[in-house]
């Protein structure tokens, strides 16, 4: 049997598990997904006591995404991003990767929305944010950051060629921009009224992603709704880049729908 599993604190709350026991379900394998809770100092200790108990893969959640960095050999995303959340232990040294920068590529191809060439705006400049904006830059997107501490959005430009940021008051780029991502917490429960972006920005030619998926549809996303605007959940970035977890730890395609399903269900 392999073992993969969870490394974070807390890890109660995750949509992991039953995402990854999903897939494999789906596909017959002999593997559990465990989740591993360890002190908020010892998240290396943790690297190294799963590589020698034969742990197969990890996924990386808060606070550990940063902490992990100088235990594994870092593949180029995960080093330009600064940030880890899977780690493969295939390799004689454990691999870390960033998996957040394929699901946002995933979650709008999944939505049949082009990046390369549109302009993007990316509200928010923490993990969420450097994902979003590596994974929207990587694909071609010119990328505007908008947060509302202006110096860490100029400091998370500055670490993406052709990125430009601002402060909140730079939402009004949205009403000429063809991506939107909210990369904050704002709309998430219990504060489901609120809203990272006025209504009198979104139109109908714009595909808005919202990172929060609880509730599943935000004011913005209905907001984004009402304007005619191409919706996409934050569900699907969750999904994603589990989905692209799994590929890394098992070579093969993962079972998109039977962990989709999953993860909505437990949404639900």
């Known amino acids: 049997?392999?073992?993969?599993?969870?490394?974070?604190?807390?890890?109660?709350?995750?949509?992991?598990?039953?995402?990854?026991?999903?897939?494999?379900?789906?596909?017959?394998?002999d593997a559990r997904y465990v989740t591993f809770e360890p002190d908020r100092d010892a998240a290396a200790d943790a690297v190294a006591a799963a590589e020698t108990l034969g742990i197969a893969g990890l996924n990386v959640t808060i606070p550990f995404k940063r902490d992990v960095l100088d235990a594994v050999d870092l593949?180029?995303?995960a080093r330009r991003v600064g940030a880890v959340n899977t780690?493969?232990?295939?390799?004689?040294?454990?691999?870390?990767?960033?998996?957040?920068?394929?699901?946002?590529?995933?979650?709008?191809a999944h939505h049949d929305v082009l990046i390369d060439g549109r302009d993007a705006v990316v509200v928010g400049a923490?993990?969420?944010?450097?994902?979003?904006?590596?994974?929207?830059?990587?694909a071609g997107a010119s990328v505007h950051i908008a947060n509302?501490?202006?110096?860490?959005?100029?400091?998370?430009?500055?670490?993406?060629?052709?990125?430009?940021?601002?402060?909140?008051?730079?939402l009004d780029r949205v009403a000429d921009a063809d991506l939107l991502l909210n990369a904050t917490s704002v709309g998430m429960e219990p504060?489901?009224?609120?809203?990272?972006?006025?209504?009198e920005h979104l139109h109908a030619d714009l595909a808005v992603?919202?990172?929060?998926?609880?509730?599943?549809?935000?004011?913005?996303?209905?907001?984004?709704?009402?304007?005619?605007?191409?919706?996409?959940?934050?569900?699907?970035?969750?999904?994603?880049?589990?989905?692209e977890a799994f590929e890394i730890w098992t070579g093969g395609d993962a079972p998109v729908d039977a962990m989709n399903e999953a993860l909505r269900a437990e949404l639900a």
């Open 191 to 199: 504060d489901v009224d609120d809203t990272p972006v006025p209504a």
């Open 87 to 108: 780690i493969d232990f295939s390799e004689p040294t454990p691999r870390g990767y960033n998996t957040d920068v394929a699901g946002v590529e995933r979650a709008f």
């Open 1 to 29: 049997m392999q073992v993969f599993g969870l490394l974070g604190n807390p890890v109660g709350h995750s949509l992991s598990p039953p995402m990854h026991e999903a897939a494999y379900e789906a596909l017959g394998l």
């Open 75 to 77: 593949d180029d995303v």
């Open 148 to 170: 509302r501490t202006v110096e860490r959005a100029e400091s998370l430009a500055a670490d993406v060629p052709g990125a430009t940021a601002g402060g909140l008051d730079t």
């Open 126 to 138: 923490g993990g969420a944010g450097r994902a979003a904006v590596f994974a929207l830059a990587d």
């Open 209 to 243: 992603l919202d990172a929060v998926y609880s509730p599943i549809e935000t004011r913005l996303l209905r907001e984004a709704g009402e304007a005619g605007a191409t919706t996409i959940d934050g569900a699907w970035m969750l999904l994603f880049q589990g989905v």
